[in-house]
Each structure stands twice: as C-alpha cells, then as structure tokens.
C-alpha cells in the first residue's frame, strides 16, 4: 500500500532520518520498535505529512505522487492535545469537519466512532473529566474520522496504567479489520500480541523487519535453564567442556546454557547431575523472547540473559 524509498530527514548536521526503505502492506499490523532518539517520532511526522522529507519518497498505492496523501493518513500522536471544555462528541465533530467532512457526516461519523470506542455513554462529558485511557481512545476515534487507509499511532499505550492499556490493545485488535496500523511501542509484549509484522529502527537506521514469527525463526536460540540447590561454579567449567554447548550464563543459582543440539546437552546434564550427587531444582528449555531479539538487533550486551517469559510461535 505504502513504498518509502530512501526516506531522510536532517536538522541542520544531525540526521534523524537516514535513507530507510520500508514497504507497509494493505491489512497489516506494523509495530515500530527502537530506542529513544532511534528516528521513529521523526518518521511518524514525515509519514503524517506534518514535516518534509529532507530526502526520499512515500509513494502511496493508486494515488498520484503530486497529490495531498495525508487525506489518506490518520495520526495520533505521543501527547495528544484535547480542548478539555469540549466534549468529546463536539469535538469529534470539530475534526470530523476540519478533514473535509460535511456537518452530516462528521456527526454520523462521530456517532459511529464513540460507539466503537466505549465512549457513547461519555459522548456529552467534557474532555476534561476524560480517564488518560478514555482520551487515547477518543485520540484514536478522532484519527479514524475521514476513514484513513494508514492509521498511525506513536506510543499509543506508554502513559495509561493497565487498564487503560488493555482497553486500547482490545480496540486496534477491533480496528485491525478496518485499516492498516502502524505503531511504536517500548513494551514489546504488546508488539508481540497485535502486530503481524516487526521494523526495528536504531540511530535513524531501519536494522531489522520482517514477520513476527520469521525473526522468531532467524533469532531463536536453544537455551536450558538449570537452577540448582547449590552453588555451581565448581562444575561450570565441566559444562563449558560439553558439547555442543556455545555459552553459560549465570544468574544467582540459575544456569542458562545456550546449546546447538538440546537432546544431547540435556541428557549430557543430567548424567553429570547424577554424577556429582547435585540437586536440581528446576530443568527447562527456554524459548528466546523479543525482548532477547530486540536487545540484539540493535547490538545491546546484556549481563544476564532475559529469559523471563516463555513464548510460543505457532509453527506454519
């Protein structure tokens, strides 16, 4: 739907920016992931039509190039701002008109909109007495007006508290039938649960993409966990010697070893459990997590690994 090509953006000396190439398919879910400062606000605003590319193109499917595109672009952005006097019906209507619908349609629409949202029952309540989660999703509702074909939305869940996030999760689950979504998150469990496809930016670069379960494929790692009553440096060494076994992390009593063949590692393990008389506590085989995959595309050594929830990718 959306082809960006060599897509730049400098402020004076500093590249924000620099010459990314992305190709968003009608339907998906996209999350943008990155660092602070990676360039992803930055690439929102070019793509929102609300700063120029210093260089580059977006070129949008069956639409001319010399045209307006944000016609076709719904935006929400970090801290959006409301007219807290405003209830959220007036103010739906106010935007509804300022993207080139009639009165008629702006109130249909909005109608239609607060429905979606959970909002009907607050439709005559003033914006100020808006929940942080209530105005996201009236933020949302105000970018689905005109019916975009791109509906894009920078950290849409980073400042509500659970449930607010929940009930904003559930809604672009709900919004997924209706338009292509493209989002930045930190909190990549969310990343994982709505989004079909991943683009990791970092220092202005695009560093990875791909379908979610490709690059759980191409990043997954064998890793066992061992946790063990006693203290195991006596026989780390031992199983650094095993092999098949490429790297032992400790954590306190716990033992992540990475392997490249785990039914041999795991019954090499036990026999050395058995061996050397030691407790074993817990035994499992870790799956790596996206957290893992995104802390090594953008090239960040951790100390411990973070192997802390389990993830299953359903095989295809």
Known sequence: MINIQSLEKKFQETIAVSKIDLQLEEGQTIALLGPNGAGKTTTFRMLAGLIKPTSGSII??????????????????????FHGWMTGYEFLILIGELSGLTKKESRERASVLLK?????????????????GMKQRLGIAQA????????????????????GRRDVLDLLKALQEETTILFSTHILSDAEEISDYLVVMNEGHVVEQGKVQDLAIKYQKQVIKLSLSEAPEDWIETLHNLPYVKSIKQQSLNLYLETTNIA??????????????LTLTHFSIEKTTL?????????????????????TYAST
């Open 60 to 81: 949008f499917d069956q639409v001319d190039e010399s045209m307006d595109h944000r016609h076709y672009i719904g935006y929400l952005p970090q801290y959006p701002q």
């Open 116 to 132: 979606r949202t959970g909002l009907e029952n607050a439709k005559n309540k003033r914006i100020s007495g808006y929940s942080g």
């Open 144 to 163: 689905m007006i005109h019916k975009p074909k791109l509906l894009i939305l920078d950290e849409p869940v980073s400042s509500l508290d659970p449930v």
């Open 264 to 277: 041999a590692t795991r019954e090499a393990i036990l026999a050395l459990i058995i061996e050397n008389d």
């Open 291 to 311: 957290e893992e995959m995104f802390l090594e595309v953008i090239g960040f050594e951790a100390t411990l690994p973070l192997i802390k929830k389990r993830i």
